[in-house]
């Protein structure tokens, strides 16, 4: 089975600041994908990007990379140029690939992130 | 507006009784995935049907139980309703072979009293 483990419950950042949110996981399967998703206060679940793990260059969505490293099973989120819209939680999420139509997307407990004027 | 609607947005009721969450899937999208999310849990991966069939069950208690109809919308009856059952539930769909990611509704949001 696989886990996905967020060990920071929360982080505050300053607006315009950097800030990058951990998270690690654990799977015996070489074909994945990763995910980062975001829940503004609204509730609304929100793709925030998608790594592939036989890619070994980083996602990148305009201010949003990660930091995938399929060794030692990390996957960091940054965060560059925080706005106050960034302020939501955020949860890591891994899918096994391949699977057909039995896929699952398992996720970790989440950080909540606070981004200060 | 993702395209996977989630009714209704809330639902409050007194324990013992049994309510239905409905959820209709982004066009196109034959996996309907519910998930339950509570304070202390998490999200946690209910069941998963595919164009009907049930196809994975996660942590769903007995006491719960979901459908896909013909046109693939879902829903969730979940009965006896205890206090601890008060949480966010959110449906998800997907299509196969594409890109792997869940488009999410905006979810139910059960108080049980």
């Known amino acids: 089975a696989q886990t996905v483990t967020q060990s920071q419950p929360e982080m505050s950042v300053q607006e315009a600041e950097t800030v990058t949110l951990s998270c690690t996981y654990d799977t015996s399967e070489n074909n994945y994908y990763l995910f980062w998703y975001k829940q503004p206060p609204s509730r609304q679940m929100i793709l925030v990007i998608r790594q592939e793990a036989y890619k070994q260059q980083n996602a990148t969505e305009n201010r949003f990379s990660v930091n995938f490293q399929k060794a030692a099973k990390s996957f960091s989120l940054k965060i560059s140029d925080s706005q106050l819209g960034d302020t939501a939680m955020y949860f890591c999420?891994?899918?096994?690939?391949?699977?057909?139509?039995?896929?699952?997307?398992?996720f970790g407990k989440g950080i909540t992130l606070s981004v200060r004027p | 507006d993702s395209g996977v609607t989630q009714t209704p947005k809330h639902l409050i009721t007194a324990t013992g009784q049994r309510v239905t969450l409905r959820c209709s899937p982004r066009?196109?999208?034959?996996?309907v995935y519910w998930y339950q999310q509570s304070l202390d849990q998490g999200l946690q991966f209910l069941i998963q049907?595919?164009?009907?069939?049930?196809?994975a069950k996660g942590n769903i208690l007995e006491r719960f139980s979901a459908q896909q109809f013909p046109d693939l919308h879902s829903e969730l009856n979940l009965s006896s309703l205890e206090l601890g059952d008060s949480a966010l539930y959110f449906c998800?769909?997907?299509?196969?072979?594409?890109?792997?990611?869940?488009?999410f509704g905006s979810g139910t949001r059960l108080t049980v009293v």
């Open positions: 998800a769909s997907s299509a196969p072979w594409q890109n792997y990611g869940y488009t």
């Open positions: 999420a891994f899918i096994k690939l391949y699977t057909g139509a039995n896929s699952k997307l398992t």
């Open positions: 066009s196109g999208d034959l996996s």
């Open positions: 049907y595919y164009n009907g069939e049930e196809r």
